[in-house]
């Protein structure tokens, strides 16, 4: 049996952990393609959005999974550059225009979407129920809060992926060779 609940601080290395499981081989292989994905995909969220966040915890209560959010757009931009691109700009500037890439491909949307989301879950624990039960808890609690909606970028190769944010009432806002960004009103 599994649960749902808030972020805490003791969590983060299991985060941190679940981020780089799930992100294939090359974070596995390539320590700052790792820590890269770190600063994109979870250090953000986890340290100046933490009451937007929410991990699926096993019997133990050890994260197997999570949904980070950034529920304002505008801080999320603004702390991402001046934080996390500029961390990611000291070992590689190659890797900080990809970081650049999160940002600029959702400028479009950011006004009717103004939250986005990050969500992983360990492999043994996926088609469960578990990813959609995080995606409506974090729906929840930004309708609580007024966020008109929430969107994500994902890899136009991660068909899973895809069909998983479709059945989770997200549609698509960009199409590209290589990444789709996805929206879901709220409000």
Known sequence: MTGIRAYEDKDRAGVENICIATAGRRAAENRLWAETILHIYCRYYITKAKEFCFVAVDEQDNPIGYILCAPDRNAYKRDFLRCEVRAIRQ???IYSLFALGE?????????????HLHIDLLEGYRHMGIGSALINRLCDKLKKENIRGVMLSVSATNKNAVSFYIKNGFRFLLRTKIFYVMGRELL
């Open 103 to 115: 940002i600029i491909s959702s400028l479009p949307f950011e006004r009717k979407y103004p939250a």
């Open 91 to 93: 070992y590689s500037f």
